[in-house]
């Protein structure tokens, strides 16, 4: 007969899980760090040896990374979900930004409604607080900082879905944002009345999550990608009058 007689589990492998856990659900992000080995032995209620066991296997299988002198991170697994080739490609042609607001727009509208019926009372707490830190920031007239909590808020709304496969496609996406790649984010923030229509717009998103509405967190969602898909707009626009301009007027004093 094939049956084996069942063994305990290793205590290695349960640290393993639970680790993996973390990463996938996205409690651990790529680049933090773990607390120190003693500490984490400790939490977990593991033998330093059965931890070191288990570091030693996320690390061959490329989820945890060590740096010198600074201990174990989780490891950037979400950098790779687009070649540089790629990443380049989207920089270069506008058509890539209106698709990726676009894309935006449809999975965030969804996230928002999940994270209205499934988000936990901490989940959306978390997302308040970030609301509120965008209001601090708004009033200080940071445009960086507001940039900066604008990613933070979005991405809270992704985790409160709690949708794994979205979350880290999303983060992906958004590194993306943070870089440059589609927008310059900052410059939105930089202008008075932008500032004060996306600081509403993202009110209305906490607002309707707090209340647990549904439907009203996806078109307050999707209300706020439309503004910015339209303030893109007209910022090309004008980018492209400009230039017509400057070209005229230099070809006039070429003539002259």
Known sequence: MPFKKIEAEKLSNAVVRQIELLILRGI????????SERELAEKLGVSR???????ANLQDRGL???KAGAGIYVAEVVGAAFSDALVQLFADHDEAVFDYISFRRDLEGLAAARAARLGSDTDLKVVDTIY?????AHSKRNPSEEAQLDAEFHLAIIEASH???????????????????????QKMFKQRITRD???EQHRAIN??????DEDGARAAVEAHLNYVEDSLKDSLKAEHNETIAKLRLEHETSRS
């Open 64 to 66: 945890l990374a060590t």
């Open 163 to 185: 949708n794994v496969i979205m979350l880290h496609m999303m983060r992906a996406m958004f590194q993306m944002l943070r870089e440059g790649v589609f927008y310059n984010r």
């Open 28 to 35: 651990l992000k790529p680049g933090e760090r773990l607390p």
């Open 207 to 212: 607002t309707a999550l707090l209340a647990r």
């Open 49 to 55: 040896p059965s931890l070191r066991e288990a570091v």
């Open 197 to 199: 229509t996306l600081l």
């Open 132 to 136: 509120r830190k965008m209001e601090a």
